[in-house]
């Protein structure tokens, strides 16, 4: 498999890991734990790993979890997009959902690059 | 064939161990043949690979926790340094490639339950589970059933599990949708005094690590869910 073109990156990584391959290469995180942050209706044809549940909710930065390419371009293997920062996004089970029925403290993590995300304001 | 004016003998024909191969077998075959022949992989990565998921297992997560119930200066590194922790129990996450499984990734993170919080992952987009330290996922966390309701109804969906949390506990669930994966750190239960690790890692489950279910003392096995018959089955 070592000869394989398509799996030049993952030789790459030997010794590091991924996402730890991407560290460094998206320049300044744009949002700090805590941030509050909308989650934008960007069109998702043909691929996407954000929820389409998530989207337009406002949620709170809970982490930044690692830079990477995000799914949209690295699952067409564009090698030459730009890495960015993930975040894990911390939401409010009744903003997700209209008729959530268990109490007000319970809440939904997830991952989310930063190109989906603006401040919320 | 029904004539017999072939001339293998029937006494040394081993009979088929099944009786019809599926049409997943067949392209499985197909597939794996073409891509040894055109040198994508070898038969040997493919051996390779297959004995390595085949020695996964739950065990080293449970060592984990129980190591980590203990010893208060392990479970700081577990929470801070969680991939540092898991080759304490035998797990390195950069195995068998070199840079990690190509779709376990190396970002993992272990959730801690507290007296406020607890804390059950799922995939709701595929079956996303942290395989290095946990195994294979069940066959219920791979059901567009479980993806679909655990992020909307987590407290119905645990309660068919048998998990029914007070009000004061928040639930939170874990969506593993990108390339961190994910494992609970359950609280140590009572009646527990005195245990020492191996006793410990006996009662952290499965179903515990996955946040389903909560370790207590004599429960050593994954959680039995029984189905209620149908209301209208079908003669």
Known sequence: ?121 | MSGHDHDHDHTRTVAPMVDEITDFEVLEIALRELCIEKGIFTAEEHRRFTEFAEQIGPTPAANLVARAWVDPDFKALALREPMTASKEVGVDWLEPTGFGTPSDFTAFSILEDTPDVHNVIVCALCSCYPRPILGNSPEWYRTPNYRRRLVRWPRQVLSEFGLVLPEGVAVRVQDSNQKHRFMVMPMRPEGTDGWDESQLAEIVTRDCLIGVALPKAGVTTNVITYTRPAIHPIP
Do not use: C
């Open chain 1, 1 to 121: 498999g070592s000869a394989v073109k398509r799996n030049t990156h993952h030789i790459h990584a030997v010794g590091k890991g991924d996402p730890q391959i991407f560290a460094g290469k998206a320049g300044e995180a744009r949002f700090k734990v805590g941030d509050p942050v909308l989650v934008r209706e960007l069109p998702a044809l043909f691929y996407t790993r954000t929820p389409e549940y998530v989207r337009g909710a406002v949620g709170e930065i809970a982490a930044l979890a690692y830079e990477s390419p995000a799914p949209e371009d690295e699952t067409w293997d564009r090698q030459d997009a730009k890495p960015e920062w993930f975040y894990v996004v911390k939401f409010d089970m009744a903003t997700l959902w209209d008729d959530y029925t268990g109490p007000d403290n319970d809440v939904l993590r997830t991952e989310i690059p930063e190109r989906w995300l603006v401040p919320a304001t």
